[in-house]
């Protein structure tokens, strides 16, 4: 009997060991990735353990929340993750979820919060690197904030930035076509002309 259970459990641990550890990453570590190194990471929602961890060994500076307030964190205290930003002394920032589609005339609601994306990652005094930028699952809302990040600071083109999106799970990006087509059309600060000075007159 005993030579047949030591077998079994060596097989058991060689199966469930690999799954033990790949529930104890996603649960604390969520997706979590270097987009670049020292100035910008990404990932989901990450346990406190995790959110600790990776504050002391990338010297996170500025978290950028993609979530509402929700409760939904895995955490009684849906607060929890701002008020370890405060006591680190972390620049917390939460942009909650918009449309990126509108029915009626005009821009879609979620370009305020590209407008204020783009006001945090060309401001480092204000919003001082290094950056973490997480939703709920680290894929999708995180996918489409990095995209912008690619193309604003690393200068990457739109499906460059699209490929990434595929990589890192956004596996929806096909049919979400709103989200899609504002990626593909999208024009960073960069590739825009500069505004016309008015010359001075001098009285």
């Not at 909650?96 to 609601?109: C, I, M, R």
């Not at 939703?135 to 999708?140: E, L, N, Q, W």
Request: hydrophobic share 35%; aromatic share 12%; charged share 25%.
């Amino acid at each position: 009997m005993k030579r047949l259970l030591f077998p079994l459990f060596c097989l058991a641990l060689v199966v469930g060991a690999p799954s033990a550890y790949y529930y104890h990453q996603q649960f604390h570590y969520r997706n979590f990735r270097i987009v670049n190194e020292g100035k910008l990471y990404r990932s989901g929602q990450l346990s406190p353990a995790g959110l600790h961890r990776i504050w002391h060994e990338y010297g996170i500076a500025t978290i950028v929340s993609l979530r509402d307030d929700d409760g939904l964190s895995g955490v009684k205290d849906p607060f929890w993750e701002q008020e370890y930003a405060r006591k680190q002394e972390i620049v917390f920032v939460r942009i909650a979820p918009k449309q990126w589609s509108e029915k009626k005339a005009g821009p879609p609601p979620a370009e305020e919060n590209v407008r204020r994306f783009l006001e945090i990652i060309h401001d480092p005094v204000r919003y001082p690197r290094p950056m973490l930028i997480h939703c709920f699952k680290g894929s999708h809302r995180t996918g489409i904030y990095v995209a912008l990040y690619r193309m604003e600071v690393d200068r990457w083109s739109n499906e460059e930035a699209l490929r990434e999106m595929r990589r890192c799970g956004y596996d929806t990006l096909d049919t979400d076509e709103d989200i899609h087509a504002f990626l593909r059309q999208y024009v960073p600060s960069w590739k825009k002309p500069s505004p016309p000075v008015t010359p001075q007159v001098k009285n």
